[in-house]
């Protein structure tokens, strides 16, 4: 391993260079505290770019786990703190303005009463979800004792993922940065699908509810 990053960074990693040189790890940890708690900061970015900089000697790979996991885990509980004790009046007062009424919210809690911990886990890998899990997690009620435990696995699966791609990848950071940036866009498509999907198999199931109740009413 040489003491310098590979020259070649990608665009991404490369215009965050300047920040990591001069403030190294309290950079890694404000970025990737802000990215969780639903800032959209390049936080994701900064870590796969300090796992480069370990992987080239220049910083500790234990150090940049360890700050990204912990930045990660309070991030994500404070999104969950801010949705626990305002989100429902933030619904109220705005949600109307993203399409988010309060039926869609009711659905969304049921939602998450079913499948919260699983949704919190795989969070972090998807864009957007992982600026916003927590929020949804605390407006939708879900439980403290239910949401830590996800909330470090999840922390722990997002940060050994990038920061092992990173500290692997040596001279080849930029073709594998690609690619899985293209993976992440696969998620993303297949998680707005699936959302799409649910929202239809529920509406249907509605729809087919109401038809019954209607012929049993005319029936009597």
Known sequence: MTDTPPADLPAPLDSLAPLLDSYGYPAVGLLVFLDNCGVPVPGQTVLVLAAVYAGAGRLSIAGVVTVAVLAAVAG????????RTGGHRLIERWGRYVLLTPERMERGEHFFTRHGGKVVTVARFVDVLRQTNGIVAGTTGMSWRR???????????????WASAGYLAGDNIGPIYRQLARYQLVLLVAAGVAAAGLVGYRLRRRHLARRQDTRKSAGR
């Open 147 to 161: 949401f830590m435990p996800a909330n470090v696995l999840g922390a722990l699966l997002w940060v050994g993922v």
């Open 76 to 83: 994500d509980s404070l999104g969950y703190l801010i949705g």
